[in-house]
Antibody, heavy 124, light 106 residues
Framework: QVQLVQSGAEVKKPGSSVRVSCKASGGPFSSYALNWVRQAPGQGLEWMGAIIPIFGIANHAQKFKGRVNITADKSTTTAYMELSSLRSEDTAVYYC?????????????????WGQGTPVTVSS | DIQMTQSPSSVSASVGDRVTITCRASQGISSWLAWYQQKPGKAPKLLIYAASSLQSGVPSRFSGSGSGTDFTLTISSLQPEDFATYYCQQANSFPLFGGGTKVEIK
């Protein structure tokens, strides 16, 4: 059973960057999409982007293009999400989540499992 | 771009009640829809995928239906552990979540 463990809480200044990591263990990593979803305080879920580590190419939501960089290190089974030019509206909990994989290996764009979440606070 | 509209935004219900949450897509998404449950301070949990398939380990009181543009999540008999916020997610194109429905104790 794959488990995703994320890095710890961050406090950042406006204009700076943050990098959140997501380490996978207990199952396959490289062949399935790893997604990033954020949730601002009291708000809903927002998909930011995803990467399939074996290909190394990421897709991003239009809203974040130019500000988000999603990468993956197959050797350490760790994915990263870096968000730059931070502003107060980026204060949120950031989650990683893998595409759902059925028995047999077929994957689908539903999210399971999820990491525990990484709170990021942007404040001067 | 596809828009996902969930309703109601909140519902007050009692233990044992039947609760229905709807999700409407602005254009047809076939059965590319999932439902999640989220409790405060926790990551979302996948309940239903492909509109009507129950994720392993999820109680059978949860069910999903619909295709195309209109979808429904039903909790047949609400239990104390079901008070949470529920989200739909379309996966026909780039993933997009509905706004959420908070199920509260009446």
């Amino acid at each position: 059973q794959v488990q995703l463990v994320q890095s710890g809480a961050e406090v950042k200044k406006p204009g700076s960057s943050v990098r959140v990591s997501c380490k996978a263990s207990g199952g396959p990593f490289s062949s399935y999409a790893l997604n990033w979803v954020r949730q601002a305080p009291g708000q809903g879920l927002e998909w930011m982007g995803a990467i399939i580590p074996i290909f190394g190419i990421a897709n991003h939501a239009q809203k974040f293009k130019g500000r988000v960089n999603i990468t993956a290190d197959k050797s350490t089974t760790t994915a990263y999400m870096e968000l730059s030019s931070l502003r107060s509206e980026d204060t949120a909990v950031y989650y990683c989540a893998r595409d759902f994989v059925r028995v047999g290996g077929t994957s689908f764009p539903w999210f399971d499992p999820w990491g525990q979440g990484t709170p990021v606070t942007v404040s001067s | 771009d596809i828009q996902m509209t969930q309703s109601p935004s909140s519902v007050s219900a009692s233990v044992g009640d039947r609760v229905t949450i709807t999700c409407r897509a602005s254009q047809g998404i076939s059965s590319w829809l999932a439902w999640y449950q989220q409790k405060p301070g926790k990551a979302p949990k996948l309940l239903i995928y492909a509109a009507s398939s129950l994720q392993s380990g999820v109680p059978s009181r949860f069910s999903g239906s619909g295709s195309g543009t209109d979808f429904t999540l039903t909790i047949s008999s609400l239990q104390p552990e079901d008070f949470a916020t529920y989200y739909c997610q379309q996966a026909n194109s780039f993933p997009l979540f509905g706004g959420g429905t908070k199920v509260e104790i009446k």
